[in-house]
């Protein structure tokens, strides 16, 4: 059985920056499978924020974190990162990582093979 576990999330102020981690329990799951960020706020609905290749390391944010959000991963430690920058209020949501065996383009939240926990992120004054 092969698990996902996510780190960093916190309180910060507007404007602040965090780093979340998600590392992989299997080297097999880190180099075979996508891996991916999702988020949830309260009462809506859960939303891919980025997605890595594994092939090549082409990365595919969402609009709304263009230019702030980096995703990135690290095999040498089966560790997926998501540096966040210039956080606003809206970015409040607990954030997943996920893994799935479909490209990134093709990962909805629905058919997801594999869920962390979640890590809360909450962005205020």
């Known amino acids: 059985q092969v698990h996902l576990v996510e780190s960093g999330g916190g309180l910060v102020q507007p404007g602040g920056s965090l780093k979340l981690a998600c590392q992989a329990s299997?080297?097999?799951?880190?180099?075979?499978?996508?891996l991916a960020w999702f988020r949830q706020a309260p009462g809506k609905e859960r939303e891919k924020v980025s997605c890595?290749?594994?092939?090549?390391?082409?990365?595919y944010p969402a609009d709304s974190v263009k230019g702030r959000f980096t995703i990135s991963r690290d095999n040498a430690k089966n560790t997926m990162y998501l540096q966040m920058d210039n956080l606003t209020p809206e970015d409040t949501a607990i954030y997943y990582c996920?893994?799935?065996?479909?490209?990134?383009?093709?990962?909805?939240?629905?058919?997801?093979?594999?869920w962390g926990q979640g890590t809360q992120v909450t962005v205020s004054a």
């Open positions: 890595i290749s594994t092939s090549d390391g082409t990365t």
């Open positions: 299997s080297s097999f799951l880190f180099e075979h499978y996508t």
């Open positions: 996920a893994a799935d065996i479909r490209r990134c383009p093709s990962i909805v939240d629905k058919t997801v093979d594999v």
